[in-house]
């Protein structure tokens, strides 16, 4: 991991546009195929993600953004932890887990009692940590938002 002082947890501006974009799409097309909901928050994420109510983190340091995580409103008290993606060549180096410590801080400070996350288990590395976090499963939802989901997990605040 780059050294503490050197990686920031931000709030997402403009300028984290590209990035927030790009780390997605090269995870979701690794494994799935891009969706139309990954398409509406990928290109458009301050009118799908931060005007309901959302927020997204960045972690960043003097290499540039290095990971990204959406928390996307729900409901009242109600987040789903979503598009949460870390730059290939830092995986492993803990920058995942220091932005997701971060991403459940601000959903405590927006009012958040539970986060919802909806996944596959081919994505067994995120699954790990989610469950590191207490998050723990539940069946998966019964709409249609991805068809990639056979696995969903919460964490109750």
Not at 17 to 42: C, G, K, P, S
């Amino acid at each position: 991991m780059p050294e503490s002082g050197e990686l920031r947890i931000v709030a997402y501006e403009p300028r984290h546009a590209e990035a927030f974009r790009d780390l997605n799409l090269a995870w979701i097309e690794e494994y799935f195929e891009v969706e139309d909901l990954d398409r509406r928050q990928l290109l458009d994420p301050e009118a799908s993600i931060l005007r309901p109510g959302g927020a997204i983190f960045v972690a960043e340091s003097p290499e540039g953004v290095l990971g990204v995580c959406a928390l996307v409103y729900e409901a009242p008290g109600r987040f789903e932890v979503s598009k949460m993606a870390v730059r290939k060549d830092v995986r492993g180096r803990g920058v995942g887990r220091r932005l997701l410590g971060e991403v459940i801080a601000g959903a405590r400070r927006l009012g958040a009692e539970e986060l919802s996350i909806v996944s596959n288990t081919v994505l067994e590395t995120a699954l790990h940590l989610y469950r590191a976090f207490g998050f723990v499963e539940r069946a998966c939802p019964q709409d249609d938002r991805y068809a990639r989901c056979n696995v969903a997990l919460e964490l109750r605040l």
